[in-house]
């Protein structure tokens, strides 16, 4: 069965350093990948989606990931932390062929920004 | 344009009572979904409608809940009778789904406790 991996479940970065924040996935084959985010009192929202083409996505507020199939990764970068990005962040996937539209997530990246 | 809303935003329970979840998608949206997160573990999906119709409902837990979309336009999760394991946040999507890596919008969520 497909499954998500969201290496650290807490993360903390300086405002300013680097945000990394890494997924992996199991299946063979390449399904559609999603970042989501949950602010603090708020629902999820989209951070950007994979779904063919370009490998790098570029995606709101600063946010970007790159596919890479031969590692199974979609890791979420952000080259400058704002205190704005304190947040719960979550990677998912959707399976590209099938009936079955769901969602499947990891357990989600705590990510604090410190001043 | 609103977005996808859910009530209540808490809910507080004993053991043995029932208690309906509501989920009011994005107008237009025909497919709507329920999500559960419970504490420390990852999003679960739960169910799938397509208009009124259960697309999938692969992911509900036993026969204690209950959903339904009746017209195809709201959806409630009743779940009767609460134990203590159904304590979580419930989140509801929507989505158009004009192809199969369309957004899921999601709610602020229902946060449920039992006690």
């Known amino acids: 069965a497909q499954s998500v991996t969201q290496l650290g479940s807490h993360v903390s970065v300086s405002e300013g350093a680097l945000v990394l924040l890494r997924c992996n996935y199991s299946?063979?084959?390449?399904?559609?990948l999603f970042w989501y985010v949950q602010y603090p009192n708020q629902g999820l929202q989209l951070l950007l989606k994979y779904t063919s083409a370009a490998t790098l996505v570029k995606g709101i507020n600063g946010f970007e990931a790159e596919f890479k199939k031969s590692e199974t990764s979609f890791h979420l970068t952000k080259p400058s932390a704002h205190m704005s990005d304190a947040a719960e962040y979550f990677c998912?996937?959707?399976?590209?062929?099938?009936?079955?539209?769901?969602?499947?997530w990891g357990l989600g990246t705590s990510l604090a920004v410190n001043p | 344009e609103a977005g996808v809303t859910q009530f209540p935003s808490h809910s507080v329970i004993e053991k043995g009572q029932t208690v309906t979840l509501r989920c009011d998608p994005i107008?237009?949206?025909?497919?709507l979904y329920w999500y559960r997160r419970v504490m420390g573990k990852e999003i679960k999906f739960l169910l799938h409608f397509v208009k009124e119709s259960k697309q999938d409902e692969s992911g509900m837990p036993n026969n204690r809940f209950l959903a339904e979309r009746t017209g195809g336009t709201y959806s409630t999760l009743k779940v009767q009778p609460a134990e203590l394991e159904d304590s979580g946040v419930y989140f509801c999507?929507?989505?158009?789904?004009?192809?199969?890596?369309?957004?899921?919008?999601f709610g602020p969520g229902t946060r449920l406790t039992v006690l």
């Open positions: 299946s063979s084959v390449p399904p559609y």
């Open positions: 998912a996937v959707s399976d590209r062929a099938g009936n079955n539209r769901k969602l499947i």
């Open positions: 107008s237009g949206h025909d497919n």
């Open positions: 999507a929507s989505s158009q789904e004009r192809t199969r890596a369309d957004t899921q919008y």
